[in-house]
């Protein structure tokens, strides 16, 4: 089971932290993804993060998202700075064989 938190109406240039509560599997061990989705369009990723700590980002991050884990806390977060309202959208979080039901992040003035 995956279950974000953390969105909400931020103003253009604020920032949120998103976080992912994992159960059920081995947390560990897993590669885990965030991923983000508008209406209309295909979900797409925003980050990643392998089991040892690596890391990727889509392009549109730009050193603004910070990906990573606590795997003591079976926790995955997104740090989220200088968000633009492009960035708006309902964020999954994903292990790479489900999805959590998502968050909804709105930046707006």
């Known amino acids: 089971q995956l279950v974000e938190s953390g969105g909400g109406l931020v103003q253009p240039g604020g920032s949120l932290r998103l976080s992912c509560a994992a159960s059920g599997f081995m947390f560990s061990s897993s590669a885990m993804g965030w991923y983000r989705q508008v209406p209309g369009k295909e979900r797409e990723l925003v980050a990643a993060i392998t089991s040892g700590g690596d890391t990727t980002y889509g392009y549109f991050v730009r050193g603004r998202f910070t990906i990573s884990r606590d795997n003591a806390k079976n926790t995955l977060y997104l740090q989220m700075n200088s968000l633009k309202p492009d960035d708006t959208a309902v964020y999954y979080c994903?292990?790479?064989?489900?999805w959590g039901q998502g968050t909804q992040v709105t930046v707006s003035s």
């Open positions: 994903s292990d790479g064989r489900g």
